[in-house]
T-cell receptor, first 114, second 117 residues
Framework: ETGVTQSPTHLIKTRGQQVTLRCSSQ?????VSWYQQALGQGPQFIFQ???????GRGNFPPRFSGLQFPNYSSELNVNALELDDSALYLC?????????????FGPGTRLLVL | AQTVTQSQPEMSVQEAETVTLSCTYD???????LFWYKQPPSRQMILVIR??????QNATENRFSVNFQKAAKSFSLKISDSQLGDAAMYFC??????????????FGTGTRLTIIP
């Protein structure tokens, strides 16, 4: 059983650019959630995808968007990057109805916006 | 909206001793899940233990146990026989038991645990 994987591990962008982060869910999981973790803070929920549809969104602007593919992998896209977007982006996968629907996390992508 | 509070930004414990990390939460819901996650310097968030709110029995996983007080909205983590590998940031998290559209985790700000050899 493979765990949650994310790519890339690190990324440096400049303000105004666009970025795409990728996540492969744990085998058998059909739900993917994305979180933003600023330095020294707890993760903040961005949105969740269930069977390729957005299934809940946190307090993030529309320039944060996502996709989920038929194999349940997912992308997080951020347009018009701002300095405050610098953070660790975590992806988590889960399977509704199992083990309290526990979310299992990937290692994260560290994004630095200059 | 639910909130999770961890009032101890940092804690330290001697190796082999016991330490308790505190967490309180606020919710109007009666059914929910609570979690403790560990985040070592490698950054990956690792599940430590989980608790269903409808269960009165406190969860236990080897050296890790919780003290769940539903009326007080308190969910503390006890680590027994602390080991060097336990050093990490520990996050308490809340999840509503409502499905489909309400599955987000709400995290506290974390407690940094240092193990003293």
């Amino acid at each position: 059983e493979t765990g949650v994987t994310q790519s890339p591990t690190h990324l440096i962008k400049t303000r105004g650019q666009q970025v795409t982060l990728r996540c492969s869910s744990q085998s058998g999981h059909n739900t993917v959630s994305w979180y933003q973790q600023a330095l020294g803070q707890g993760p903040q929920f961005i949105f969740q995808y269930y069977r390729e549809e957005e299934n809940g969104r946190g307090n993030f602007p529309p320039r944060f968007s996502g996709l989920q593919f038929p194999n349940y992998s997912s992308e997080l896209n951020v347009n018009a990057l701002e300095l405050d977007d610098s953070a660790l982006y975590l992806c988590a996968s889960s399977l509704p109805g199992s083990l309290q629907e526990t979310q299992y996390f990937g290692p994260g992508t560290r994004l630095l916006v200059l | 909206a639910q909130t999770v509070t961890q009032s101890q930004p940092e804690m330290s414990v001697q190796e082999a001793e016991t330490v308790t990390l505190s967490c309180t939460y606020d919710t109007s819901e009666s059914d929910y899940y609570l979690f403790w996650y560990k985040q070592p310097p490698s950054r990956q968030m690792i599940l430590v233990i989980r608790q269903e709110a409808y269960k009165q029995q406190n969860a236990t996983e080897n050296r890790f146990s919780v003290n769940f007080q539903k009326a007080a909205k308190s969910f503390s983590l006890k680590i027994s026989d602390s080991q060097l590998g336990d050093a990490a940031m520990y996050f308490c998290a809340y999840r509503s038991a409502l499905s489909f559209g309400n599955e987000k985790l709400t995290f506290g700000t974390g407690t940094r645990l240092t193990i003293i050899p």
